[in-house]
């Protein structure tokens, strides 16, 4: 099994809303991982958790938050989000270590639209 | 710096032909990986194939083939007898050994019609 679940699937938000995405894997992977998605572009790396600690943020702004409140799940906190923000959020999830190949799986996402 | 090139924007191929989808790919590490990944416009992005470069055959995975020429520094992805369900954007990514994260192309839209 190599399902990756992500809710909700849609999510409509105002600027001044905060909400959660939810991503739960069930593999025994230790790597879990948060992409951002424009139509029609490839997806681009937002946060990696490895072992649930932070290990890498690519300079996202601070109105997303990451959580890692165990090894299974990954959540997204969002506040104050802006329209430029309104993307398909993708999570996936891996086996932990250096070997490059860790495929990563990724879930059927999040698509978020900001009003 | 590492890049991953995907040159064709679009394919069209009719059922049951055979489609190669283009990728090249730029790295100065020997040990690096190489992944497909298929998104239908459910977005939903699909693992379809990994090629490692120490590998000396050529991956396969029922209807996937993977071409990889190392000199050359291309991953080019083969589907044999094309599917209605194979239309999707398709991804190439590259890994190498001390990234954690993908490098991906910009994507071939395969556009597959009866």
């Known amino acids: 099994d190599t399902e990756v679940t992500q809710t909700p699937k849609h999510l409509v938000m105002g600027m001044t809303n905060k909400k959660s995405l939810k991503c739960e894997q069930h593999m025994g992977h230790r790597a879990m991982y948060w992409y951002k998605q424009k139509a029609k572009k490839p997806p681009e790396l937002m946060f990696v958790y490895s072992y649930e600690k932070l290990s890498i943020n690519e300079s996202v702004p601070s109105r997303f938050s990451p959580e890692c409140p165990n090894s299974s799940l990954l959540n997204l906190h969002l506040h104050a989000l802006q329209p430029e923000d309104s993307a398909l959020y993708l999570c996936?999830?891996?086996?932990?270590?250096?070997?490059?190949?860790?495929?990563?799986?990724f879930g059927a996402g999040t698509r978020l639209s900001v009003l | 710096a590492q890049k991953i090139t995907q040159t064709q924007p679009g394919m069209f191929v009719q059922e049951k032909e055979a489609v190669t989808l283009d990728c090249t790919y730029d790295t100065s590490d020997q040990s690096y990986g190489l992944f497909w990944y298929k998104q239908p416009s459910s977005g939903e992005m699909i693992f379809l194939i990994y090629?490692?470069?120490?590998?000396?055959q050529n991956a396969t995975e029922g209807r996937y083939s993977l071409n990889f020429q190392k000199a050359r520094k291309s991953a080019n992805l083969v589907i044999s007898a094309s599917q209605l369900g194979d239309s999707a954007m398709y991804f190439c990514?590259?890994?190498?050994?001390?990234?954690?994260?993908?490098?991906f192309g910009k994507g071939t839209t395969l556009s597959v019609s009866s």
């Open positions: 990514a590259l890994r190498n050994q001390a990234g954690t994260a993908l490098i």
């Open positions: 090629q490692g470069s120490y590998d000396e």
């Open positions: 996936a999830s891996s086996q932990e270590g250096g070997r490059v190949k860790n495929i990563q799986y």
